[in-house]
């Protein structure tokens, strides 16, 4: 493994989490969520060597994700690699406690388009309006606008 | 209506993250890739062990009774040894070599890999020496023992039929554990993961 990639695969290692959460709240089942987390990781590899760490590396992380998650779904399954990359867990199937909350958080964010998903899952995480914008391409105040309306939408449904 | 409540939904965000944090990424296709690797090794002590066995069986009996050396007893029973020792390899292989490793699920594949450590190892520990040890006392009387010229000394005789067996003991131990340590390192992969 050279420099390059053994930077990759600690910045993957690390992300992990993040990468994948984005992958499971755009999917629908277990193998949908290993197409988008594999699809996500080579997208981030492309343009890992392009990175030039203009925006904070977490930042870049969650708009390639996002855009990779908004895109496959809507070619839904076209992709055609198949190299299984994944993680050994079941958030679909496994009956545990912790497993049902999450699944209740996947069935509540389910609910909503594709765009407002991704907000929310920034909003939830912490991120500041800023970064959200910066993420999604869109004015700090349209971020504060459309927080709130999903947030309605979240609570009407 | 369902009462939302956001506070909630960051704890199950959170939760999630925590979760997540424990996994490891698999790559199950790069398991496999090296498991394949490793599997040719296994392969190829098969194929030495097999090619060996050809050469024996055309140039050992020709030559030993052609020169005279050992008796058409002795020639018979090496070559049936040697015959069950391939079949031995043959047989300790044949689930490894059954298995397809791109499609069988890894619980298996290290399943198979640690029956066939076994075998190779009871094969090692049992086997080997209850055909050696005949068999190299019966060469030894036969070499040296048996009809030694006058003026011969059978013990000096003795040595390089031992020497002989040193070094064949050697280098099929080194494939054994080549073969073994192969099986090892899948098993090891796979449960690392």
């Known amino acids: 493994m050279d420099i390059k990639e053994q930077e990759f695969s600690r910045m993957v290692r690390e992300n992990k ?15 949908e969520v290993s197409d988008l987390f594999q699809e996500t990781l080579i997208n981030l590899w492309k343009g890992f060597e392009s990175f030039r760490h203009e925006s904070k590396l977490s930042t870049w992380i969650y708009r390639v994700a996002m855009n990779t998650c908004i895109s496959a779904d809507r070619k839904k399954r076209k992709l055609s690699s198949k190299v299984p990359l994944s993680m050994k867990i079941n958030l679909y199937d496994d009956e545990d406690h912790e497993t049902k909350q999450v699944r209740q958080l996947h069935e509540r964010i389910q609910r909503l388009d594709l765009i407002d998903r991704a907000l929310v ?37 | 209506m369902e ?9 199950q965000i959170t939760l999630l993250k925590q979760k997540l944090d424990h996994q490891e990424i698999v790559n199950d296709q790069l398991l ?38 050992f008796s058409k007893a002795f020639v018979i029973f090496t070559c049936v040894m040697v015959l069950f020792c391939a079949y031995g390899t043959y047989y300790v292989h044949r689930p490894v070599d059954r298995m397809n490793l791109m499609t ?4 298996t594949v290290a399943k198979v890999m640690a029956k066939f450590r076994k075998q190779y190892n009871q094969w090692l520990y049992y086997v080997t020496p ?33 020497v002989g067996a040193v070094i064949g003991l050697l280098i099929g131990y080194y494939w054994h554990r080549r073969a073994v340590n192969a099986a090892d390192k899948i098993i090891r992969q796979i449960e690392e993961n």
Do not use: H
């Open chain 1, 17 to 31: 989490s993040t990468i994948y959460t984005v992958c499971y709240m755009f999917s629908n089942d277990a193998d």
């Open chain 1, 121 to 157: 899952m920034m909003w939830l995480e912490g991120m500041s309006y800023e970064e959200i914008a910066e993420v999604v391409g869109i004015s700090v105040k349209n971020v504060g606008v459309k927080l709130v309306r999903i947030k309605e939408k979240l609570k009407q449904k």
């Open chain 2, 3 to 11: 009462e939302l409540n956001f506070d909630e939904m960051r704890n």
């Open chain 2, 32 to 69: 496999r890739e090296v498991t394949r690797a490793n599997m040719g090794t296994i392969n190829w002590t098969k194929y030495k062990s097999f090619i060996c066995v050809a050469i024996c069986l055309v140039i050992y009996p020709t030559t030993m009774l052609y020169m005279g050396i």
């Open chain 2, 104 to 107: 069988e699920d890894l619980a």
């Open chain 2, 130 to 162: 209850s055909l050696l040890i005949p068999w190299l006392s019966w060469a030894v009387y036969e070499y040296a023992w048996k009809d030694v010229p006058e003026g011969m000394n059978s013990w000096a005789l003795t040595i390089p039929i031992l």
